[in-house]
């Protein structure tokens, strides 16, 4: 027992007797900010409820040279000018800092980088799923009662071209229509026969008549959907025909299917429908934070499933939510029918820029406890700063709150400073606890 005890002291003393030599290097510093930024720090150890207190007190900074903070109100020693108080105290934890020499500071490599006012290019990358053009949708219905013999469409996605056969109903009301067309045609050729003993002058005005009846007469099946070769037929065979072919009135790809062959339909019913894939829309999905960003005409950038990017504007924004997503549309060319509807795409929403404070990505520290960088107060020495950020885009990211202009920050290496902080600290504790 007395060789373990033995040990333990042993080992506690090489521990504490490294923490020595290493802190010569890297030491935790309180820097007295009423001070120029040209006097010595003062070295001041503090306990973990002196810590907290001070975390709590207001801050009073410098806008021209954020280095410089104080707990009360006061002028800039450099330049003069007012303090302001800081909007969140709690960013600020001035009450530890780190200090680095030159050769420590060289070995880690650390780089600096001034926080500026710069235009940020918003770019909200997000998805989009490629749909059919609305607009372009068409419905097809029959113009009377009856029962579908032969259907010609069977499933979604089929082509259809406008005037194809599309399906043959039998309807007891197109041949009742087609006994009174065929009526007329007798009548229209006694009508004929009896011109030749009247006047020329009423005769031709009788033809004339006869012939726009009977063009009136025509154009009734053709409204129908009936093509002109039918109606041809019937003329020739003096015939009602049974089955009459049904012709497609617009060209399209069917979305839907409603109808089989047997059913009873009516003009009520949509037998199919029918949508023109020359253009499609592509639906962006956007969350709300997002969709305050983008306006309609912001460029839109479209990258296909064959790795091709397509350059257009948004059309338009949902002002509607739906699961707490907002929807916004492109409208695109598809002439080639490369687009095909179902498929989702890449997207990035390129919005108008602003100017505002930003600072390179590569300096911000993403933690559980929010962003962090590690400030630079001259003269190797160096503070953790919690920071608010905003939006990214391409190598910088935007600074809400926590910095201002001019500030100086770690690019590079600052997990390492921040790592060194953290071990003196423990081990600072680790020297109390073992005088406890």
């Known amino acids: 027992m ?13 521990v504490i007797l490294a923490w020595y030599f290493f802190s010569q290097r890297i030491s935790i510093t309180w820097l007295d900010t009423q001070t120029t930024p040209t006097a010595t720090p003062e070295t001041k150890t503090l306990s973990l409820s002196e810590i907290g207190k001070a975390r709590q007190e207001k801050i009073w900074i410098c806008p021209m040279h954020p280095e410089i903070m104080q707990n009360h109100p006061g002028n800039c020693p450099i330049c003069g000018m007012d303090l302001v108080q800081s909007k969140n105290s709690a960013t600020h934890n001035h009450n530890l800092g780190i200090h680095v020499d030159t050769a420590t500071i060289q070995k880690l490599g650390v780089r600096l980088e001034s926080i500026k006012l710069a235009p940020l290019s918003q770019q909200i990358s997000t998805y989009g ?87 009136r007469e025509r154009t009734k099946f053709l409204y129908e959907d009936i093509g ?21 009135g617009q ?88 687009l095909r509807p179902g498929s989702f795409v890449d997207v990035i929403i390129h919005a108008e820029p602003y100017e505002t404070l930003v600072l390179p990505r590569s300096s911000v520290m993403h933690t559980g406890q929010g962003d962090w960088v590690i400030l630079s107060r001259g003269e190797g020495h160096f503070l953790p700063v919690n920071i608010e950020t905003g939006i990214e885009s391409g190598d910088w990211i935007e600074v809400v709150d926590g910095l201002l202009e001019g500030a100086e920050v770690a690019v590079n290496g600052q997990f390492l400073l921040d790592a060194a902080s953290s071990l003196h600290d423990a081990a600072q504790r680790m020297q109390e606890s073992h005088k406890h």
């Open 2 to 14: 007395t060789k373990k005890i033995a040990a333990g002291i042993v080992l506690l003393g090489i």
């Open 129 to 215: 799923n490629i749909t059919f053009n609305g607009n372009t949708l068409y419905n097809v219905h029959t113009k009377f009662n009856g029962w579908i013999k032969k259907l010609n469409i069977n499933s979604v996605g089929q082509q259809i071209r406008n005037g194809q056969v599309i399906y043959e109903i039998y309807s007891p009301d197109l041949i009742a229509q087609q006994e009174d067309y065929l009526r007329f045609m007798e009548r229209r050729d006694q009508t004929l026969e009896t011109i030749g003993n009247i006047s020329p002058l009423e005769g031709n005005r009788y033809v004339i008549e006869l012939l726009q009846d009977l063009s």
């Open 228 to 248: 002109i070769e039918s109606v041809l037929n019937m003329e020739d065979s003096l015939q009602p025909i049974d089955m009459v072919k049904i012709l497609s």
């Open 251 to 338: 060209s399209g790809v069917v979305t839907q299917v409603n109808a089989r062959e047997g059913n009873f339909v009516t003009p009520a019913t949509t037998l199919f429908t029918l949508a023109d894939v020359s253009t499609v829309w592509v639906d962006i999905t956007l969350y709300p934070d997002q969709a305050g960003r983008v306006k309609k005409g912001d460029a839109v950038t479209i990258k296909s499933l064959d790795g091709e990017e397509i350059q257009t504007k948004l059309d338009f924004i949902n002002p509607l939510a739906e699961n707490n997503k907002i929807n916004a549309r492109v409208t695109l060319k598809n002439t080639d029918l490369r």
